[in-house]
């Protein structure tokens, strides 16, 4: 049985950053597929083959006047969703690794939602980010991807507060060990997939649409009092 009401977005404007691939890929086409029109933005077009009725569009999010050009070209504007980001594992350990990690996953994310605040104020409308385990624990291999994604929880909470008098519900997700490409060197290792399926409780790796059906719940009127919400998307990873 489905969870959503197929037409719970329609007339709906979604910009997805990151919407091109993996985890960001599949928020998009469940909202669309929730009647949104989604705007899928990102390096790479790969989401175009997967449904064609999507609005692809080229988008670093480094770059502020191409952020302001796509979100100002827009009619409307009701939800965003951040899930532009990278890993670059050891390489974080330098320095200028490191600032590009922040700048893509932290500074991103913030400028994505200051720009789309006007818009979101008009139609009183909603940010999901895209938050990590990382968020709550650290990673000694990636000093950057932790620090950024433990700044996109406290930035996801400081927002929330600052848009609410604007009627701007401000969320996150934190996904735990989904089946996407950037994971598929340790699904297809036995010796590194045993120990992460060993601590998660369901036992076994999440789907993209695991996560973009919590976006989708956070994003409807289900959600409407809830803000400053970071919620884990991990099969119980966190607590075991």
């Given amino acids: 049985m489905p969870a959503f009401r197929t037409d719970i977005f329609a007339g709906r404007?979604?910009?997805?950053?990151?919407?091109t691939q993996g985890i960001g890929a599949g928020i998009a086409?469940?909202?669309r597929g929730l009647g949104a029109e989604v705007v899928a933005a990102g390096l790479g077009a790969e989401v175009a083959e997967i449904d064609p009725n999507f609005r692809v569009e080229?988008?670093?999010?480094?770059?502020?006047?191409?952020v302001r050009r796509l979100i100002d070209g827009l009619p409307r504007l009701d939800i965003v969703v951040n899930s532009a980001g990278i890993i670059a594992r050891t390489k974080e350990h330098e320095l200028d690794t490191f600032e590009r990690v922040l700048a893509i996953n932290l500074t991103g994310t913030m400028r994505l939602c200051s720009l789309a605040r006007p818009k979101l104020r008009e139609s009183q409308?909603?940010?999901?980010?895209?938050?990590s385990m990382l968020s709550f624990f650290g990673g000694g291999l990636v000093p950057g991807y932790s620090a950024s994604k433990g700044g996109v929880a406290q930035l996801t909470k400081s927002l929330a507060i600052a848009y609410a008098p604007d009627g701007i519900r401000v969320n996150a997700v934190a996904p735990g060990w989904i089946a996407t490409p950037l994971t598929?060197?340790?699904?297809d290792d036995p010796s590194r997939a045993k120990p992460i399926l060993d601590?998660?409780?369901?036992?076994?790796?999440?789907?993209?649409?695991?996560?973009?059906?919590a976006v989708a719940f956070l994003c409807s009127p289900a959600a409407a009092f809830i803000t400053a919400?970071?919620?884990?998307?991990?099969?119980?990873?966190?607590?075991?």
């Fill in 58 to 66: 080229e988008l670093d999010v480094t770059r502020e006047e191409d």
């Fill in 13 to 19: 404007t979604a910009l997805v950053t990151g919407g």
């Fill in 125 to 131: 409308g909603c940010i999901v980010n895209m938050a």
């Fill in 184 to 187: 598929q060197a340790l699904q």
């Fill in 229 to 240: 919400t970071i919620l884990p998307v991990d099969g119980g990873y966190l607590a075991a």
């Fill in 29 to 31: 086409r469940m909202l």
């Fill in 199 to 213: 601590r998660t409780p369901l036992g076994r790796w999440g789907e993209p649409d695991d996560v973009a059906a």
